[in-house]
């Protein structure tokens, strides 16, 4: 009897001249033959390195850099299935203390140190996934208040600024609720208390409010937004909960200004989402969305499965995703700590600071945000110097450094900024040869343009 599943009698291994062989590997299609590890592995790795430094993109929020022991730990643990409880008992418990010192963290209702069913939350996908689920738990409480007072549940609404990240919209648009965007303005990138107040209405699901925002790392006014809506609820006006996007200051803002009351000490706060792979430290693919108690997450929105084995309750939009980035978390928490954040924190703050003193120092730089509430830094070009935040950017990633440049959100887009994040890996001595790096870019665009006026006028 014949065996048609015979071994391939040839292989592919393309990865150096002379070498390994000069056959390419079709890049859209699947190859025909197999090929040798170790060549699949150079071929790869060698294209990955006209990828940017991840260590020198200061464009990103997310993660670059962990202890080696963390990187281990994740790399022992990419099989695991997070929804697979019963299976990976441990992983389960490990995701579960995550989300406990998340809730405590920011001071949610009813924790026991003894009880992990006591907080109400659970880990995401980063805060994109976080996001989409608070929002839910927001429409559904809206809807039943509806139909219990007999009215009719067609035009929900959320109220946001026009700075908020592309993820808002996602969720407005795909679960069918009409945004309500409260727009910036020239030296003001936040939302107002007076904003809300004149936009909220009895179909308002909820407002969100903003801690540390993409666009200069500014912390939105909630304890002042939550007092207007008290005050607009005690009138007879609607009652409207909050939520706080903490995706970037949710590991910041405890921390570096830990009497700031911004969480759930604030009564009209509901739920907060926060992402792990921004300033929680572990690598992306995590993130977390708790609420102040149970009764704020509508039990119609939680799952239950046993297929798997066992009874699970599950509210997530993603099913199947590798535990890793739970226990690369959980590693962070146990190995740091309050003090091991506190001084991160602090050492990235005390390097943003000197990056803004140093580049307010430069002609036609002004400072926007100089990094001292969370280590985020912006600033823009004033005056007319012949050249843009673009043309900086431009010549500062021909040096290595990715310093993203953009206009800022509706009603002042004729605003353009650059912004530098900074993450743990990035250390003081780089810090410095970015300011070098900015200084000697921007003195060679204003000899640059000073030339070129002079051979225009010529």
Same mark, same amino acid.
């Given at each position: 009897?014949?065996?048609?599943?015979?071994?391939?009698?040839?292989?592919?291994?393309?990865?150096?001249?002379?070498?390994?062989?000069?056959?390419?590997?079709?890049?859209?299609?699947?190859?025909?033959?197999?090929? $040798? /590890?170790? &060549?699949?592995?150079?071929?790869?790795?060698? %294209?990955?390195?006209?990828?940017?430094?991840?260590?020198?993109?200061?464009?990103?929020?997310?993660?670059?850099?962990?202890? +080696?022991?963390?990187? !281990?730990?994740?790399?022992?643990?990419?099989?695991?299935?997070?929804?697979?409880?019963?299976?990976?008992?441990?992983? @389960?418990?490990?995701?579960?203390?995550? *989300?406990?010192?998340?809730?405590?963290?920011?001071? &949610?209702?009813?924790?026991?140190?003894?009880? +992990?069913?006591?907080?109400?939350?659970?880990?995401?996908?980063?805060?994109?996934?976080?996001?989409?689920?608070?929002?839910?738990?927001?429409?559904? #409480?809206? #809807?039943?208040?509806?139909?219990?007072?007999?009215?009719?549940?067609?035009?929900?609404?959320?109220?946001?600024?026009?700075?908020?990240?592309?993820?808002?919209?996602?969720?407005? !648009?795909?679960?069918?609720?009409?945004?309500?965007?409260?727009?910036?303005?020239?030296?003001?990138?936040?939302?107002?208390?007076?904003?809300? !107040?004149?936009?909220?209405?009895?179909?308002?699901?909820?407002?969100?409010?903003?801690?540390?925002?993409?666009?200069?790392? $500014?912390? $939105? +006014? *909630? &304890?002042? =937004?939550?007092?207007?809506?008290?005050?607009?609820? &005690?009138?007879?006006?609607?009652?409207? /909960?909050?939520?706080?996007?903490?995706?970037?200051?949710?590991?910041?803002?405890?921390?570096?200004?830990?009497?700031?009351?911004?969480?759930?000490?604030? +009564?009209?706060?509901?739920?907060?989402?926060?992402?792990?792979?921004?300033?929680?430290?572990?690598?992306?693919? =995590?993130?977390?969305?708790?609420?102040?108690?149970?009764?704020?997450?509508?039990?119609?929105?939680?799952? #239950?499965?046993?297929?798997?084995?066992?009874?699970?309750?599950?509210?997530?939009?993603?099913?199947? #995703?590798?535990?890793?980035?739970?226990?690369?978390?959980?590693?962070?928490?146990?190995?740091?700590?309050?003090?091991?954040?506190?001084?991160?924190? %602090?050492?990235?703050?005390?390097?943003?600071?000197?990056?803004?003193?140093?580049?307010?120092?430069?002609?036609?730089?002004?400072?926007?945000?100089?990094?001292?509430?969370?280590?985020?830094?912006?600033?823009?070009?004033?005056?007319?110097?012949?050249?843009?935040?673009?043309?900086?950017?431009? %010549?500062?990633?021909?040096?290595?450094?990715?310093?993203?440049?953009?206009?800022?959100?509706?009603?002042?887009?004729?605003?353009?900024?650059? !912004?530098?994040?900074?993450?743990?890996?990035?250390?003081?001595?780089? @810090?410095?040869?970015?300011? =070098?790096?900015?200084?000697?870019?921007?003195?060679?665009?204003?000899?640059?343009?000073?030339? @070129?006026?002079?051979?225009?006028?010529?």
């Amino acid at each position: 009897m014949s065996n048609n599943f015979a071994a391939p009698t040839e292989t592919l291994a393309p990865a150096y001249t002379g070498r390994l062989g000069t056959d390419p590997i079709p890049a859209l299609r699947m190859p025909k033959a197999e090929t $040798e /590890p170790e &060549a699949a592995y150079r071929f790869i790795h060698d %294209e990955l390195m006209l990828d940017g430094s991840s260590r020198l993109n200061l464009a990103t929020f997310v993660t670059t850099w962990m202890d +080696p022991q963390a990187d !281990r730990l994740m790399a022992e643990t990419f099989d695991k299935n997070m929804i697979d409880k019963d299976e990976y008992p441990a992983t @389960a418990e490990i995701e579960t203390r995550c *989300v406990n010192m998340v809730a405590a963290l920011f001071n &949610a209702e009813g924790l026991s140190d003894s009880d +992990p069913s006591s907080a109400t939350g659970v880990s995401t996908v980063g805060s994109s996934e976080a996001v989409m689920l608070a929002g839910l738990a927001l429409k559904w #409480r809206w #809807r039943e208040a509806r139909r219990a007072a007999g009215k009719d549940t067609d035009r929900p609404n959320l109220v946001l600024g026009s700075n908020v990240q592309v993820v808002w919209e996602k969720f407005c !648009r795909y679960f069918d609720v009409e945004p309500k965007y409260l727009p910036m303005e020239k030296g003001r990138y936040v939302i107002t208390p007076e904003q809300v !107040r004149e936009a909220v209405d009895e179909n308002t699901i909820g407002v969100v409010a903003i801690l540390g925002t993409t666009f200069t790392g $500014e912390l $939105e +006014p *909630v &304890a002042e =937004i939550a007092a207007t809506l008290d005050e607009l609820a &005690a009138a007879g006006g609607p009652d409207v /909960p909050m939520h706080v996007d903490a995706a970037s200051g949710g590991f910041v803002v405890p921390f570096l200004h830990p009497e700031l009351e911004w969480d759930f000490r604030i +009564p009209r706060v509901v739920s907060i989402n926060v992402s792990g792979h921004k300033y929680g430290m572990t690598y992306p693919g =995590i993130g977390f969305v708790v609420w102040r108690s149970k009764e704020h997450l509508p039990e119609d929105l939680v799952f #239950r499965v046993n297929y798997l084995g066992g009874d699970m309750p599950t509210f997530t939009l993603n099913f199947s #995703r590798p535990g890793n980035q739970v226990v690369g978390q959980y590693y962070n928490f146990v190995r740091l700590g309050v003090a091991g954040y506190t001084q991160i924190m %602090e050492s990235l703050r005390d390097t943003a600071l000197m990056l803004s003193s140093e580049i307010s120092k430069i002609d036609n730089m002004e400072i926007i945000t100089d990094g001292s509430a969370i280590p985020v830094l912006s600033f823009e070009v004033v005056g007319d110097p012949g050249f843009t935040v673009f043309d900086i950017s431009h %010549e500062l990633r021909a040096r290595g450094f990715q310093v993203p440049a953009y206009t800022m959100p509706a009603n002042a887009e004729d605003i353009a900024v650059l !912004r530098i994040v900074l993450r743990e890996g990035f250390s003081r001595d780089l @810090a410095w040869k970015l300011v =070098i790096a900015i200084k000697d870019v921007i003195g060679r665009l204003s000899a640059g343009a000073g030339h @070129a006026a002079q051979a225009f006028s010529h």
